[in-house]
């Protein structure tokens, strides 16, 4: 075995000193000036030196060391590599870029490390115009152009502008393979535009390539759920929920799959089983309170619920809820009448003789109204004298395809509707919350209905108007799945006032930006009612009507504006 070379042998321990700093500082320094003096040129001992001068606090000598080995050592790309991730830490962060741009990204460092600075110089820029420019100044007609090109393309897609994401991710692919990160993004632009199967053949593809790695997991459940694939949606979510237990994202996914009863009970009880071990995992804890909610004793959900409305994660989310579960008695929450919470039940109808109309009830993507599953939404509606027809969309696509039971399409299932509540002879209210409140609009202006009440509806369906908090990616996927499936009939408000009979009760946060420009573009119309409610600044305004009284105010309204027609 040949020994190593005394150069070898001082840089070893050298850097067995830096790794002790700054017990070592006076050897240290005296050990790297003596080996720079004996090897003036070599390059190792010049990055260590730059390393020392920084940790002494010495920055403009350790700028000059590195662009004294750039000069020694030209066509090597350490020194600038090093010299970059200075700057980035001084927050000399122009200097950074500039660097980066003419010394670092065409040179001759790894991919990895220079797709990396990429990250970083870039994230350094807060303005998205400077970002888009540096971006595009690193262009330069290569193979490499792919990776500014993919950033490009993930902040068209954060900005919702998903034709100009779609034609930079196909630009980027034609030069070369994609970062897994980009083809993440590309999964969601997949879902925004509906092409579920080519979600599905992707997510496949990534889960088998890292199968250690949870998002791809939840995004092969979530493209199996698109697809009605249910026993592959139900074999991949048994298998993640036991190797990644804590992931609340899992359990976030769990609440919006229709799984048959028998299942979701199953997978409850698993999770019941390890709540204790969650204590501390508000996220985690607060999903498993919205499966409470359809699984356990009204008692126990309602206090789960109450122990998180202070938490700093999930306060934003569970203090509405909690108000509107305290707002009623418990018993409210009984569910007497045995209303299935079965997430695979599409259709139920509960009638009484006194009606004085029938209320359709959309379910929201949770489930239910709002967080409440139909038993508990059922706790509400029976104060008041109606039927009520529950309705819930296992095909996942905002009741805009109709629902599986009552026919092939939208059309199908206005008909379907027609038929079930006609013999009735009372009016039709129609009602939803977030997506399942445009739902519920639509199908009221197609059925001529007395009334629809929307809690938040984003009846300019490009909105990012999510339910609760998602992963960051998604960028407001879920608004832009809902304008692909309504493509054919984009304008809300035209289908609104093509049906003046219809009156059209909007409720929303009255300090909300995004929901209050919603709901304005309904104020014209004569058959609109806006509802603000005060205090209210998120989406969540179900619960917040819930807890205030507005809830039954609104529904009350209707109904008597239905009598009177």
């Not at 005394?6 to 070893?12: K, T």
């Not at 039940?345 to 929201?364: G, H, K, M, N, Y």
């Amino acid at each position: 075995m040949t020994a190593p070379s005394p150069v070898a042998e001082e840089i070893a321990a050298i850097e067995r000193l830096v790794a002790q700093k700054p017990a070592a500082g006076e050897e240290l320094s005296a050990r790297i000036l003596a080996a720079r003096a004996r090897w003036p040129s070599q390059l190792r001992l010049q990055l260590l030196q730059g390393t020392w001068l920084e940790a002494e606090g010495r920055i403009d000598a350790a700028v000059a060391c590195y662009r004294a080995a750039q000069a020694e050592h030209r066509g090597n790309p350490w020194p600038a590599v090093r010299l970059v991730e200075l700057l980035l830490r001084q927050r000399r962060h122009e200097e950074a870029r500039t660097v980066f741009r003419d010394e670092v990204w065409g040179g001759g460092a790894p991919e990895r490390t220079r797709t990396g600075l990429l990250s970083q110089t870039t994230a350094s820029i807060p303005d998205p115009a400077g970002r888009e420019a540096f971006l595009r100044s690193l262009l330069r007609q290569q193979p490499d152009d792919r990776f500014p090109l993919l950033k490009l393309a993930v902040m068209r897609f954060r900005q919702k502008d998903r034709a100009a994401a779609e034609a930079l991710f196909a630009e980027a692919a034609s030069l070369g393979p994609m970062t897994d990160e980009a083809q993440l993004i590309l999964l969601e632009l997949h879902f925004a535009a509906a092409r579920f199967e080519e979600a599905h053949a992707l997510a496949q593809e990534l889960q088998a390539r890292h199968p250690d790695r949870v998002e791809f997991a939840r995004r092969r459940i979530q493209a199996a759920t698109f697809l009605h694939r249910v026993d592959e949606m139900i074999a991949l979510l048994q298998v993640a929920l036991l190797r990644w237990p804590e992931d609340w994202l899992l359990l976030f996914r769990f609440n919006r799959c229709p799984l048959p009863g028998e299942t979701d009970r199953t997978l409850f009880a698993a999770l019941t089983a390890r709540r204790d071990a969650m204590a501390g995992n508000d996220r985690w804890l607060f999903q498993y309170a919205i499966a409470s909610l359809r699984h356990a004793e009204p008692g126990l959900a309602v206090a789960l619920v109450r122990s998180l409305a202070a938490s700093p994660l999930v306060g934003h989310m569970a203090a509405p809820l909690a108000a509107a579960l305290a707002a009623h008695p418990l018993d409210c929450w009984a569910n007497p009448q045995a209303v299935s919470h079965a997430c695979d039940e599409e259709v139920q109808l509960l009638t009484r003789p006194d009606a004085v109309a029938t209320v359709i009830l959309f379910a929201s993507v949770a489930g239910g109204l709002g967080y409440l599953p139909f038993g508990m939404a059922d706790g509400l509606l029976r104060q008041r004298p109606v039927n009520v027809l529950y309705l819930r969309d296992t095909r996942h696509r905002a009741f805009t395809t109709g629902i599986r039971s009552l026919g092939a399409d939208h059309a199908a299932m206005i008909e379907a509707l027609h038929g079930m509540t006609r013999p009735l002879g009372v009016p039709v209210l129609t009602m939803g919350s977030s997506i399942a409140g445009v739902a519920a609009i639509r199908a009221a202006a197609r059925m001529q209905a007395a009334a629809a009440i929307s809690f938040a509806g984003p009846v300019n369906l490009g909105l990012d108007a999510t339910e609760e908090e998602a992963p960051a990616a998604a960028g407001g996927t879920r608004s832009s799945l809902y304008a692909s499936f309504t493509e054919a009939e984009p304008d809300l408000v035209a289908l609104v006032r093509a049906a003046p009979a219809t009156i059209v009760h909007q409720c929303f946060g009255a300090d909300f930006a995004p929901d209050v420009e919603a709901a304005q573009l309904l104020a014209p119309m004569a058959n609109a009612r806006l509802h603000p409610e005060p205090g209210c600044a998120d989406h969540l305004v179900i619960e917040h009507a819930i807890a205030s009284g507005s809830f039954l105010r609104i529904l009350d309204a209707a109904l008597q504006g239905a009598a009177a027609a």
